[in-house]
């Protein structure tokens, strides 16, 4: 499977402003999507980064909050904005390598506490 | 009713049993099947995938789907104390968009 790295793997954030984290794959690969998992619970997707062009959010989940960039097959951020404490969690990006597959592989996570 | 069920646990199991961890999902259009490892403190690791009804055995595991009663289990067998974790059960509903809908996890500890 593709090697994710993720960073970074941890921040403690003042309340109000705002942190990118990024994703980097060692491959090609044609789905990148962001999770969020809160303290005790289990993942809720945020949004599919598409490449080239804006993402796809699930509901909950705005750009404005949760913006995210897909500049290539390779390479994806996602920016946690005008942070407050309910945003600390541990956020993860997923990737599904290529076509006609269907498992999903995760990077380490990044664990974000706000203050 | 959740999307995707599992029973939270914690789930006590000896050293050399088998552990069995289910979960129920409410979309009958499900399409694909997926258990999680995530120790604490760590990322999920994809451990098993399944499509078919039936069972689907890698080593020590063993995912079995049964689509009519929408329901996926996973069975651990001679359990180690590597594999104390909360493993996720994950359900994608459609072919070419592979997102997942995760259930909340059951707590696994084995007890020497």
């Known amino acids: 499977s593709a090697v994710i790295s993720q960073k970074p793997s941890r921040d403690i954030c003042q309340r109000g402003t705002s942190l990118t984290i990024q994703c980097q794959v060692d491959s090609q690969v044609t789905m990148m999507f962001w999770y969020r998992q809160q303290p005790g619970q289990s993942l809720t997707l945020i949004a599919t980064a598409n490449q080239g062009s804006e993402a796809t959010y699930e509901s909950g989940f705005v750009i404005d909050k949760f913006p995210i960039s897909r500049p290539n097959l390779t390479f994806s951020t996602l920016t946690v904005s005008n942070m407050s404490p309910e945003d600390s969690s541990i956020y993860l990006c997923?990737?599904?390598?290529?076509?006609?597959?269907?498992?999903?592989?995760f990077g380490q996570g990044t664990r974000l506490t706000v203050v | 009713q959740k999307e995707v069920e599992q029973n939270s646990g914690p789930l006590s199991v000896p050293e050399g049993a088998i552990a069995s961890l289910n979960c129920t999902y409410s979309?009958?259009?499900?399409?694909?099947f997926f258990w999680y490892r995530q120790y604490s403190g760590k990322s999920p690791e994809l451990i098993m995938s399944?499509?078919?009804?039936g069972d689907k055995e890698d080593g020590r595991f063993t995912a079995q789907l049964n689509k009519a009663s929408q329901y996926v289990s996973l069975l651990i067998r001679d359990s180690q104390p590597s594999d104390s974790a909360t493993y996720l059960c994950?359900?994608?509903?459609?072919?070419?968009?592979?997102?997942?809908?995760f259930g909340t996890g059951t707590r696994l500890t084995i007890i020497p």
């Open positions: 979309d009958r259009g499900s399409q694909s």
């Open positions: 399944i499509y078919s009804n």
């Open positions: 997923s990737v599904v390598q290529g076509p006609g597959s269907t498992e999903a592989f």
């Open positions: 994950a359900v994608n509903r459609n072919f070419g968009n592979e997102k997942l809908t």
